[in-house]
């Protein structure tokens, strides 16, 4: 016949002992899985925020480079005559959108600020006299709230050299 003690198993008091072991390295894990979302979720909203910007800049910087002439010269809104000479294309912040005629280029956008340069490299030029135009740009990440992990900023500059004013 069996005895009571020569079953196999766990004792209360084992289990007792053991389950709070568990119970700190489950906590661990998941704190370590949770650093690591968070740093995903920081680099991706980084990312984002880093390709808009550089998407917007490029975008504007190679149409005013392309620009046949400069017809309106304004902190944060330009307008010239497009390559073909006859299309006027205007880009304008208006509220947090970056727009090309109207249209929405990119969101997000906190500021874009054009300098406007001479042939001496003075600034303020004219729109008549402009030969280089400076642009700024920051974008933030229009779906996180402020504060938060993905609440990411970026800031682009760029010099662009008018190629087809004489």
Same mark, same amino acid.
């Given at each position: 016949?069996?005895?009571?003690?020569?079953?196999?198993? *766990?004792? !209360?008091?084992?289990? @007792?002992?053991? #389950? &709070?072991?568990?119970? +700190? #390295? #489950?906590?661990?894990?998941?704190?370590?899985?949770? $650093?690591? @979302?968070?740093?995903?979720?920081?680099?991706?909203?980084?990312?984002?925020?880093?390709?808009?910007?550089?998407?917007? +800049?490029?975008?504007? %910087?190679?149409?005013?480079?392309?620009? $046949? %002439?400069?017809?309106?010269?304004?902190?944060?809104?330009?307008?010239?005559?497009?390559?073909?000479?006859?299309? %006027?294309?205007?880009?304008? !912040?208006?509220?947090?959108? +970056?727009?090309?005629?109207?249209?929405?280029?990119?969101?997000?956008?906190? *500021? +874009?600020? @054009?300098?406007?340069?001479?042939?001496?490299?003075?600034?303020?030029? $004219?729109?008549?006299?402009?030969?280089?135009?400076?642009? $700024?740009?920051?974008?933030?990440?229009?779906?996180? &709230?402020?504060?938060?992990?993905?609440?990411?900023?970026?800031?682009?500059?760029?010099?662009?050299? !008018?190629?087809?004013? !004489?």
């Amino acid at each position: 016949m069996n005895s009571w003690r020569s079953q196999s198993g *766990f004792t !209360l008091v084992e289990l @007792l002992v053991v #389950l &709070p072991v568990v119970g +700190l #390295l #489950l906590a661990g894990v998941v704190s370590i899985q949770q $650093s690591g @979302l968070q740093a995903y979720v920081t680099g991706s909203a980084r990312v984002a925020v880093q390709q808009t910007a550089r998407f917007a +800049l490029e975008r504007v %910087a190679r149409e005013i480079r392309a620009a $046949s %002439a400069i017809t309106t010269a304004a902190a944060s809104s330009i307008t010239f005559v497009a390559q073909d000479g006859i299309t %006027a294309v205007t880009y304008m !912040l208006n509220a947090n959108n +970056l727009e090309r005629n109207g249209e929405v280029v990119v969101g997000g956008v906190e *500021f +874009l600020t @054009l300098v406007y340069r001479d042939f001496n490299d003075a600034v303020g030029a $004219s729109a008549a006299n402009t030969r280089r135009v400076d642009i $700024s740009i920051r974008t933030r990440n229009e779906d996180a &709230p402020p504060g938060s992990a993905g609440d990411m900023k970026s800031e682009n500059m760029t010099s662009v050299q !008018l190629r087809n004013i !004489l």
